[in-house]
């Protein structure tokens, strides 16, 4: 069945240094993605997508990597700051086009000062 | 401005009773969907709604039921037939179209007393 993972539950970096989490999914007919940020007791937030005819797409410090030959998708946080502690979520849409979003499990992201 | 609120933020509930949670988006989108998410955990589809009086149950509906009479609104019933109802709910919204562009809500964190 379709299902979206991650690698790492907990990354802690130092601050200033650069983030990756990463994500996968298994099911190769996918063709969209996004990344959530989740802060403590608020709702998901949108961070970046991005669709499967593209490798990379770049945002405000974020950067998102799509490797479709072994279905993994990374979210690249450049120069991490303490604000970005928070539990980062990837998505992928349902490929019924039912336009539901499958979950990963999440990696939580710490911030050393 | 635009958004989408959840009420209550905190909810107190007894065995075997009922309870409705509110979700209200004034972003005008067709798509509208309640996620379940339990402590350490990613997001579980309870139901969503595509378009105005429809809508399809998710991968947990068991124990949960909603209705969809104006675009705008989306309640999530818990009933009693939810056996293990205490969890942090997300409501989302979309334009509902292949962007995906979900909007989140702020939660409503449920606890069974």
């Known amino acids: 069945g379709e299902s979206v993972g991650l690698h790492l539950p907990t990354l802690s970096v130092q601050e200033g240094d650069n983030s990756i989490i990463n994500c996968a999914y298994s099911?190769?007919?996918?063709?969209?993605f996004i990344w959530y940020k989740q802060e403590s007791g608020k709702g998901p937030q949108f961070i970046i997508d991005i669709r499967s005819n593209m490798d990379k797409r770049q945002g405000q410090r974020v950067t998102v990597l799509l490797n479709k030959t072994v279905k993994h998708l990374s979210l690249q946080i450049a120069a991490t700051q303490p604000g970005d502690s928070a539990v980062y979520f990837c998505?992928?849409?349902?490929?019924?086009?039912?336009?539901?979003?499958?979950f990963g499990s999440g990696t939580r992201l710490l911030v050393r000062p | 401005d635009g958004g989408i609120t959840q009420s209550p933020k905190y909810l107190f509930r007894k065995e075997g009773q009922n309870v409705t949670l509110s979700c209200e988006q004034n972003l005008n989108h067709d798509a509208m969907y309640w996620y379940r998410q339990d402590p350490g955990q990613g997001l579980r589809l309870i139901y969503y709604s595509q378009i105005v009086n429809d809508f399809q149950k998710g991968d947990i509906a068991e124990g949960y039921s909603v209705s969809r009479e104006k675009k705008e609104s989306f309640p999530l019933t818990v009933t009693s037939a939810q056996k293990n109802p205490t969890a942090f709910y997300l409501c989302?919204?979309?334009?509902?179209?292949?962007?995906?562009?979900?909007?989140f809500g702020q939660g409503t964190r449920l606890t069974v007393v």
């Open positions: 989302a919204s979309s334009r509902g179209s292949n962007t995906m562009d979900a909007f």
């Open positions: 998505a992928e849409e349902g490929v019924d086009s039912s336009y539901k979003l499958i």
């Open positions: 099911n190769s007919a996918s063709d969209y």
